[in-house]
């Protein structure tokens, strides 16, 4: 799959086709297994909040299921622990198969993290299931590094589609994470068919369990007009400049609690313990969990202007030090109620600017501007979508290099050309 | 604005911050300037088909038109013919300012046209008007290559959106029209902005003068089953072969011309000679023009079966043979026909079939499948969008590696990983 070969080997339809008959049923072997997983994941997570709404004592003990969590992984996990970062890097430099185990493991590690009410998402958890998933089938169907590479392509894809029921988003996602500034295309019709797939198949599992992906609707739309846009864009710029905040808490918890806690195991101890306290004392469970309601308050009403910072904190402790979950509805969250905040000072519907914060700064974070206003267009329609693309791209160019995937490559980077500044030095 | 300076500069936010804010004025100003020259296109090309189906007899002026068209082009215009290819070339490889020519000639050129009835589109029009006024910014600006190559791509990026009343369209298009297989990000901001301006401007302007962009409706989008997703695909496929079957005929009628026919002016006397007497003999003008009219009718109930070749052929005519015009609209009407023929064949409404098609075409011809499955969000929601999608996908890599820009650099090239076939062969 190199260059050379593309330039070299010129396809026929006939192969194409041929190639493309044989990669479907790949695809949507690989949609069928994300998808299940990802309504799996969905379900329990139901479940795991319902309890620990039920019986919040349960929050004083999220120190020491953090504790097991970490000996869990210490003694069975080492090799999955890397997680959305050692998928990436098999997708860049693809070496050996992703144990079948990362699926469980943290399908396991992310409910006992909701279940005991720490802060968290469920990205981080579809993409790693649909991608250790989805590797499997390399083996059985004999493939090469650069078949290896579509597969967990795919599966991430497949994973994030699913799990927040926006195929489009999802299948840019799957091609768009892997570098910083830039998407190639050569996976694109796996990744776009295990999407669909994926999210079909999560959508038909959980009618069946009476669930469905949570509707968050923009309620007004103001025309667009020259000084909306430049709203947009200084709004998107504010979005990124938390994501990067949130991006840096996050890793520099992580990198403190991995040089003065030498034993794993008890990062997330006191971690745990440290958010449990602070539930108590601040007397709520708003910020723990996914934190779906306080979201879809969020575009009803003005909400906290400090919830965006709380959640930031509690979710950058629980995952700094070690408990497992994605990052991205903490992030829905964050963005939606620092949107929600900035209707203080900006004048747009309350709606909009949770709806465009909800997308941009999950789109500063995972620097995928794009996925992310596929997502804003899937879920709020294409009025609202076009005030979060322009804060989507906003952010995306202020939430600096690093985002919460290390592994991601550079790509061409971010930054606009020097060219006018070259001729102020003149 | 090389990889390397990319990977030693780390821009500071603030830095960020003073550069997006010199570029926004920068941005805006291609955006006014390219949203004036679509609203004038669309203008002009309005009167033009106006005039024209009210005195048919001025459809025989076709050839002696195309006479002076060429005489023009051949005296005056030598330097800015390349249009679409110069402007590609010139954002790979920065030489030298397009020539502010560039704007009066391909809009007369394309004006004369639709007035004498060739088939051709107005894309290829509004991205040279817009990336030929944007570039006049580099000289009173000072802009050094880099800065250059992003106004020329704002500029792609504002005359495809405002042309179309597409934004989140026209800003990926700019940024994904350049290489085949590949999109990169350094211009994101200025191309948004761009866009976004440049169709507001060209909205409210065409509103003076109580005009406004066509809707196309898709009104009745099945549920996304399985069995959907496959018949998306195919039908995809379908689109893409047509669209390398356009770009293959336009681009032999070209070198055939050009190989027979020493004297250029000569090409569109001929081919201006045989579409005159083809309308003639047909007694129809369905196929001359933007045919915006037999779009809509593919929308609403079944039209000719054959009506998609007929369009195809007319256009490669037209174009290949030296009139000025875009390509973009007879795919549009290539695409929605074909669609709708498909309904012949396949369970998937009408209307929906020809959204597909409208946008897939485009996709496959233009090596543009991003940008056209956003255009289908914008244009007929996310439901529809997310069939077209699809399609757009299977026709990108079904339309092989020639699309109508043969500027476009290769980036990944487009096939699917041999990994499958490898194992066949073991």
Redesign the interface.
């Known amino acids: ?1 190199s ?1 050379d070969q ?2 070299q ?3 026929s ?1 006939f192969a ?5 008959f ?3 049923p ?1 695809a ?1 072997a690989v949609g069928l297994m994300a998808g299940a997983a990802s309504a799996l994941l969905l379900w329990s997570l139901n479940v795991a909040t319902a309890i620990r709404e039920a019986h919040r004592w349960m929050i004083w003990l999220l120190a020491p299921v953090g504790l097991c969590v970490g000996l869990l992984y210490k003694h069975f996990g080492k090799d999955v622990e890397a997680g959305n970062n050692l998928i990436i890097d098999e997708v860049h430099d693809p070496k050996r198969t992703i144990k079948l185990r990362m699926t469980p493991f943290i399908l396991i590690g992310t409910f006992l993290t909701h279940l005991f009410g720490g802060s968290a998402g469920r990205e981080g958890t579809a993409i790693q299931t649909g991608a250790s998933l989805a590797d499997q089938l390399a083996r059985p ?10 597969l967990l392509m795919a599966g991430i894809s497949a994973g994030f589609a699913s799990v927040f029921g926006t ?2 988003a999802g ?2 996602f799957g091609l768009e994470v892997l570098a910083v ?10 990744c ?2 295990a999407a ?2 994926g999210d ?1 198949t999560t959508h038909h599992l959980l009618q069946l369990v009476h669930m469905g992906h949570t509707i968050y609707k923009v309620d007004e739309v103001p025309a ?3 000084s909306n ?2 709203m947009a ?1 200084a709004a998107g ?1 504010v979005f990124g ?1 938390m994501a ?1 905040f949130f991006a840096r808490t996050t890793h520099a918890i992580s990198a403190f609690a991995k040089k003065h806690i030498t034993r794993p195991e008890l990062r997330p101890f006191l971690g745990g313990a440290i958010v449990s306290c602070a539930v108590f004392a601040l007397g709520t469970t708003r910020y723990i969990g996914l934190g779906v309601p306080v979201i879809q308050e969020s575009f009803l009403h003005q909400v906290h202007p400090w919830d965006f910072m709380a959640k930031s904190l509690f979710t950058s402790l629980t995952l700094g030090t070690g408990f497992k979950g994605g990052e991205v509805t903490p992030l829905f969250y964050i963005g939606a109620t620092l949107g929600n905040a900035l209707s203080h000072v900006l004048p747009l519907p309350v709606s909009l600017l949770a709806g465009m914060g909800f997308v941009a700064v999950f789109a500063g974070a995972a620097n995928t ?2 996925a992310s ?2 997502m804003a ?2 879920l709020f ?2 009025d609202a ?2 005030f979060a ?2 804060a989507c ?2 952010a ?3 939430s ?2 690093a985002g919460i995937y290390h592994a991601q490559r ?14 102020a030095e ?1």
């Open positions: 799959m260059q593309t330039t080997v010129k396809p339809q194409l086709a041929w190639e493309l044989r990669w479907t790949v949507i169907l004999g493939l090469n590094a650069a078949g290896r590479r579509v195929p489009l299948a840019i500034g830039a998407v190639s295309y050569d996976a694109i019709a796996p776009f068919l669909f797939v079909l667009l007009a020259a846009l430049l864009m710029a400049l990067m501007p794009i206003a596929l267009v899937e329609g294409a979508g076009a693309a322009i791209v906003g995306y160019l202020f600096g290099r550079a790509g061409v980077g971010k930054q606009l050309p020097e060219a006018l500044a070259a001729k003149e």
